[in-house]
């Protein structure tokens, strides 16, 4: 595998508050493409993914509130507040309308927003999505909630990798496996607490129908907390989608296989958001 650096560029921050950091790549002048982030993790995230991306598009990719370098308001958090939050941010820089690539929670915040906020959207990448849990995966996830309430995030953290990586590249890229585990780690526990509950209890699947724009659903085949069974859900509502199951994977797919995401993102919007340069 193509090394790349672990870590983005310092943040900037935003001037409206709660203040967000964020970090840009790609062409100042592309069609812009956020990137938003898993839960109780940071812009950091996207830093395997990032390089191997179609170099024509600007990539804005903020921290949330409560994670990385953004402020921590208290909580408790609601989906509306990240759809805001990312409305005040896209203002500021003057962005009126973005392509959304969002994994786990951001996969649930980019949909919010679509729905929010359609005039802004150009196209949606859902990674990793959750929707339509059945009462047994939603006790699950409930019971998840109550450990990361009672518990810092640096004592979870460690166990993680076995839900989030498979064996192979826990053994192969331990580097890798070990600084996403580290951003978790550090993670405001309140912030992180209040992130999750909207993970557990937002479901957005009644209302997916409503989205009018391409979207790309993918999740690991593997992935036992965002199923196949759950982006299968979100394809059969939304009209204009393409589903992808990528095989073996489990739910970090974004940095266990950068190169093969970044092939099916940049395929993706080479059809719906085309620059110079695509084949």
Known sequence: MQQTPRFLA?????DSTPRLAYAEAGASGGPVVVLLHGVGSSADTWAELV????????????????HGASDAPAGPYVVGDFVEDLVRLLDELGIERVSIVGFSIGAVIGLAFALAEPERVASLVLLNSIAGRTPAELDRARTRLALIRSTPPAELAPAS???????????EHPELVE??????SHVD?????????????????????????????ATGERDLGSTPAMSGQLAARIPDSRFVV??????YMHIEDAAGIA???DDFHADVLPVNGDS
């Open 179 to 184: 600084a996403e585990l580290a951003i978790v």
């Open 51 to 66: 390089p191997r991306l179609s170099p024509g598009r600007r990539y804005l990719m903020p921290d949330y509130r409560g």
């Open 246 to 251: 990528v095989p073996q994977l489990k739910h």
């Open 10 to 14: 310092p943040r900037q921050l935003s």
């Open 189 to 217: 526990h309140s912030a992180y607490a209040a992130a999750y509950e909207v993970l557990v209890e937002t479901d957005q699947l009644e209302r997916a129908g409503e989205v009018e724009v391409p979207t790309l659903i």
């Open 263 to 265: 092939r099916l993102v």
């Open 161 to 171: 990798g076995e839900r989030w990586f498979t064996d192979v590249f826990r053994a």
